[in-house]
């Protein structure tokens, strides 16, 4: 089992608190006793293998095994999110080609196909949940999309084979600001532990982690 939870900021500063982090609770029972039952390497940094920590949860009848990923990383996935994120919005920006943004990211062209169909194809889901939150932050307060029509003509003129990719692109491009957006109003009204964790995720980190949580705790 595995989950993801914030420690630091950056791969550095994981490196010199990962060791010492140990989760709230459980995933599996909720019970708040556990030991540390070793780790295993993550090779997405150049400077050597990042250990990621297993825990083993004490109360009898669970014995619960889990591992605690860094949200600088995405599970099953070897690039960092910094890495993941910086190829997905500049090819939703029309910045990047799949060929230029995989050569930035020292990947392969079709691994960054995947990283953009994989947020292209959550990129509604994501802005339903952040005009969700803004409304009961700021009641009347609506998060508007207006989508960069002017990037419409290039997509069209690269001939995408999904039809309407086009326009989760178009949402993709504005996502950022709208997580910056939200992400001011949520900082002034939460708890210090959450706060830092919105404040300190990527755009992409935010809407994979933060704002499923935010949104759970809602009732929603």
Known sequence: MLI???IGDSINEYRLLGDRYFPEACPTCRWGRFRRHGH???NADEAGPVPIFRFR???RGCRQVFAVLPDLFVPQQSAPVAVQEQAVFEYAATVSTYTE???SAGVSTS???RWVDR???MVEQWISGLQAWQGMVKPGDYVAVNADESLRPRWQSRRLRKPNRPNRL???ERLPALVKQCRKSLVAILQPALRNLVGAATCLGFCRLVLPMLLGNSGM
């Open 40 to 42: 295993y390497p993550h």
């Open 170 to 172: 178009l949402l993709l």
């Open 119 to 121: 947020a292209a194809g």
């Open 57 to 59: 949860c004490n109360k």
């Open 101 to 103: 943004a995989a050569e």
């Open 4 to 6: 993801v939870a914030h």
């Open 111 to 113: 691994t960054v196909w």
